[in-house]
């Protein structure tokens, strides 16, 4: 609700890879960590600053953000990296450039009539084993380090304190995607987090993803006042690996049914306590074929059909990509991709990016492996996802990205401070294209 007691149903999208860059998102291998590194190293600091510095001016500015209430949309859920704001050499001390720019992307949507939702997509220690938390291993230390726990409470402490009052920030998402391993540390951290924002600011709404990359919620009991809780609802027919829709993917039929259960199962917990349903991700990936695509704009239908008839708010994963999901896309021809072309070959090839790539190539490879580990390790189940999942991150995201990380770099040796900056704009708004197919779905359902 608004500060006047208005009911407001959040409906909008993830400004994904502009404060917390995501490699399928913008096409690098690997992390940001060790993108950044590779484009010092090649480039120099003069070429690397240049680039990023124009890539945050024309990502996301007002022509993106009127578009997206043109679409009639209301939200902007805005993930953002917790470098920004401090150094690892330096905790504690934070940086005004990051409180800068999470203030551009607040006032940008607030002319347009955006609310805004603040979200940590990337903090220190790393809160899941995924890339998504520019984690470079497999392996989360945010859980087991106090320290780690520590920085951020004093960042949310920090934020709260700005943005209490502005009424154009819907809330406050603190982690995105957590992921507890052995899920003894997440409630505990999550009351002392919620207690330190609500000293500082006892207004805003505080959105808790669930354990587990927001699908499991358990470890909650009484809710808490003024506390969304926050469910990721991806679809198997939606992945790159997807079957036909309705049809059979990863060995389960999937149909609107399917996904109805799935989304019942993980907001069980909100519908059981009263709370209401924020689905903060969720969408299909698009691989360009005509008829594939037609099946996840279908899955993505059908799913916009569940979240109405259960009153759910939504923000769509995400807004402005290079092709894979985004709302609109750089341009195909754009000097940026024709650039990185060779590159983004490599990654599909080798199966690379663990979202929006397939294993497809590399089968060969990951065959014997995950059956020796099924067959020598019968009992071993590593979480979040299991042994599947543990193998594919040892060696598409780890193994082959890394190494990988250099060969992105290398595109861009011989540009200078200008071009680099010419190469950003490919990402302004009026160099993208819409995905009109997908703008069309969301319409039908605004």
Request: glycine share 8%; charged share 25%.
């Amino acid at each position: 609700m608004t500060a006047s007691g208005t009911p407001v149903r959040l409906r909008g999208v993830g400004l994904g890879g502009w404060l917390n860059l995501e490699n399928f998102i913008t096409g690098f291998p690997s992390t940001e960590e060790l993108h950044r590194q590779a484009m010092r190293a090649l480039l120099g600091q003069e070429v690397h600053d240049a680039f990023f510095d124009r890539f945050q001016e024309v990502f996301f500015t007002d022509d993106d953000a009127a578009f997206l209430a043109g679409l009639g949309l209301n939200c902007v859920r805005v993930p953002f990296h917790y470098r920004l704001f401090e150094d690892d050499d330096r905790p504690m001390e934070l940086k005004e450039e990051g409180f800068r720019l999470l203030d551009r992307a607040v006032d940008v949507c607030a002319r347009h009539g955006l609310y805004t939702v603040l979200d940590l997509h990337a903090a220190p220690g790393h809160h899941n084993q995924r890339w998504h938390s520019d984690n470079p291993t497999h392996r989360s230390m945010f859980w087991q380090h106090r320290h780690f726990q520590d920085r951020v409470v004093h960042l949310w402490q920090t934020l709260a304190g700005r943005y209490r009052g502005n009424p154009w920030v819907a809330g406050y998402n603190p982690l995105n995607e957590p992921a507890d391993p052995e899920g003894h540390v997440i409630e505990p951290f999550y009351a002392r987090l919620h207690q330190a924002i609500r000293a500082v600011d006892p207004d805003h709404v505080i959105f808790l993803d669930g354990n587990r990359n927001a699908t499991e919620f358990g470890m909650f009991r009484d809710p808490w006042p003024n506390t969304v809780y926050t469910v990721h609802d991806y679809a198997l027919a939606g992945f790159a690996d997807a079957g036909p829709y309705p049809g059979v993917s990863r060995g389960e039929y999937v149909d609107q049914r399917y996904l109805e259960k799935r989304f019942l199962q993980r907001s069980e917990y909100m519908r059981g306590t009263g709370t209401p349903i924020w689905v903060g991700e969720f969408g299909p990936v698009y691989s360009g074929h005509a008829e594939r695509d037609e099946s996840r704009y279908r899955v993505l239908a059908d799913q916009l059909e569940i979240y109405d008839e259960h009153d759910a708010g939504w923000s769509l994963w995400t807004y402005k990509d290079i092709g894979l999901q985004g709302v609109v896309h750089v341009e195909r021809t754009s000097p940026y991709l024709e650039r990185i072309a060779p590159v983004l070959e490599k990654k599909a090839r080798l199966g690379v990016d663990l979202w929006g790539g397939t294993d497809a190539g590399i089968r060969h490879i990951l065959d014997p492996l995950e059956r020796t580990v099924a067959e020598e390790f019968p009992r071993f189940d590593p979480r979040p996802f299991g042994q599947r999942e543990w193998v594919q991150v040892l060696v598409r995201h780890i193994l082959l990205a890394e190494p990988m990380v250099d060969d992105f770099a290398r595109c861009f040796l011989g540009v200078g401070a200008e071009e680099a900056r010419a190469l950003a704009d490919c990402f302004a708004f009026g160099r993208c294209v819409e995905r009109t197919r997908l703008t069309d779905v969301l319409r039908a359902h605004l």
